[in-house]
């Protein structure tokens, strides 16, 4: 093979080379180019004419051995592109993966975008519960504070009086608790644990009675579980107590909740003796937009009432019917009768629903209220408690002794006229908003 053949040769594999360069990325491409012109001229220069024709004038083996010295360089110089092919390729892989990776991280930076709006949701979401929260129990302390402006006032005086823990402050603890509403019995037994509560934890600080009071409260409330049992199977409410007290608001009240909760809710006019009572049940039903079942002809049985209620309930498969009762018939018997008759028709016509018989009582009638507990457990085995009014009184505490005299639940508190008034009892927050008398 000739000089002009071998180097034809070189150059014609160089140009295999540049071929497969052009197939690669432009910006790659120039670059190549321009180190392969850099590669090849540097060699050319090497083996220039002028050392082609000098290697014809000394003797074969010399020439032959250049030659083979510039064919070894040569083939170090494709091994060279090679690598660099090499290399371009992994510059490409690299730039693929880099570009793998560009991707990987813009999916990264999607992902933990979309991390981000969903915590930011969340957040906000959490922040909305929180706030939530916050309104609710600036509208439990704003509803409470009569009570626990009288109770904490009366305390606040009490304690800046003493310095002493002894027989004589308790006496005055005993004397504040009764006259917030709070029965005899429950009282002994508040102003018991707590003095058993200072003894063990060996107080004698008077600073520290207060916030061991407020424990010992919290301690008897505890155990009151204020979630009804409405929410697994189809359910009947049905809200008890004499008149006034607030049973048709809270009823509105209630559908209202439920409704918003995604439930399907069905109202019962069950207080056909008080004249447009059911009207007034008919308008709560349309605020909450909800279905009533009520009878044309006043004066109806309350039982036909239910019954034909709980049907509908059955066929639709309503998920809380919500009943109303009357709150007065000609006397208490009557009433207690009626409220039996209703309870036999539905154990009997809607044995598988879940049952809560709430009973309303308003909380200005302070212990009052207790008697009233009584009377209607005994008629109809109560399931729950509803205290409404305890915005406008003084006599919150009856609270305490509802739970721990007849350990019957409450289950929510009305703290004013508006639909949202109505909140589920807790008694944190009650006992909270009880100790609270901060301003705002
Ligand atoms: N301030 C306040 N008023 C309430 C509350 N709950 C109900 N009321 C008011 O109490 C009044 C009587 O409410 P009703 O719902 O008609 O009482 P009821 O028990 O159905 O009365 P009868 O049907 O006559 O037995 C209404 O003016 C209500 O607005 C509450 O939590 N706070
Ligand atoms: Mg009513």
């Not at 002894?166 to 009764?178: G, K, P, S």
């Not at 000609?330 to 409220?339: P, R, T």
């Not at 008034?421 to 009650?430: G, K």
Request: proline residues 1%; aromatic residues 6%; charged residues 35%.
């Amino acid at each position: 093979m000739g000089l002009k053949n071998f180097f034809e040769n070189i150059f014609k594999k160089d140009e295999v080379k540049e071929e497969d360069i052009q197939k690669i990325d432009e910006e790659v491409i120039e670059d190549e180019e321009k180190l392969e012109e850099d590669i090849l001229s540097s060699e050319i220069d090497e083996v220039s004419p002028e050392k082609i024709e000098e290697s014809k004038n000394t003797d074969n083996n010399n020439s032959f051995k250049e030659i083979l010295d510039v064919k070894e360089k040569n083939i170090n110089i494709q091994e060279d592109f090679k690598e660099s092919f090499k290399s371009d390729n992994e510059t490409q892989d690299i730039q693929i993966n880099s570009q793998d990776s560009i991707e990987d991280k813009q999916q990264l930076q999607e992902d933990e975008n979309k991390e981000e709006v969903s915590e930011t949701l969340e957040n906000e979401g959490t922040v909305a519960v929180e706030q939530e929260k916050k309104g609710l129990f600036a509208r439990l302390k704003e509803g409470l504070k009569k009570t626990s402006n009288s109770f904490t006032s009366k305390f606040d005086n009490l304690f800046k009086g003493y310095i002493k823990i002894d027989d004589e402050l308790y006496e005055e603890i005993e004397e504040i608790l009764i006259t917030s509403d709070i029965s005899f019995e429950t009282t002994i037994k508040i102003v018991e644990n707590l003095k058993s509560n200072i003894k063990k934890k060996n107080i004698n600080d008077i600073n520290l009675v207060k916030p061991e009071l407020k424990e010992v409260v919290s301690e008897l409330l505890r155990d009151n579980n204020s979630k009804l049992d409405v929410y697994d199977e189809q359910s009947i409410i049905i809200i008890v107590g004499v008149n006034g007290v607030g049973k048709t608001t809270t009823i509105g009240k209630l559908a209202s909740k439920f409704k918003k909760e995604g439930k399907s809710v069905l109202l019962a006019a069950g207080d056909t003796f008080r004249a447009a009572a059911e009207e007034q049940l008919e308008i709560w039903s349309k605020r909450a937009d909800v279905d009533i079942v009520r009878h044309k002809e006043s004066g109806s049985d309350p039982s036909a009432v239910i019954f034909d209620a709980m049907q509908k309930a059955k066929s639709k498969n309503i998920d809380i019917l919500i009943c109303d009762t009357a709150g007065r018939l000609h006397n208490k018997v009557n009433l207690m009768n009626e409220l039996g008759k209703i309870m036999r028709t539905v154990n009997k016509e809607y044995p598988d629903a879940k049952k809560e018989i709430l009973l309303v009582i308003d909380a200005t009638t302070g212990q009052n209220a207790l008697n009233q507990v009584k009377t209607f457990n005994e008629a109809v085995n109560l399931t729950g408690v509803i205290l409404t009014k305890l915005d406008g009184t003084a006599k919150g505490g009856v609270v305490l002794s509802i739970i721990d005299e007849y350990k019957i639940p409450i289950k929510f508190i009305g703290v004013g006229e508006k639909v949202d008034d109505l909140q589920e009892f807790d008694y944190n927050n009650f006992v909270e908003a009880l100790f609270d008398n901060s301003k705002e």
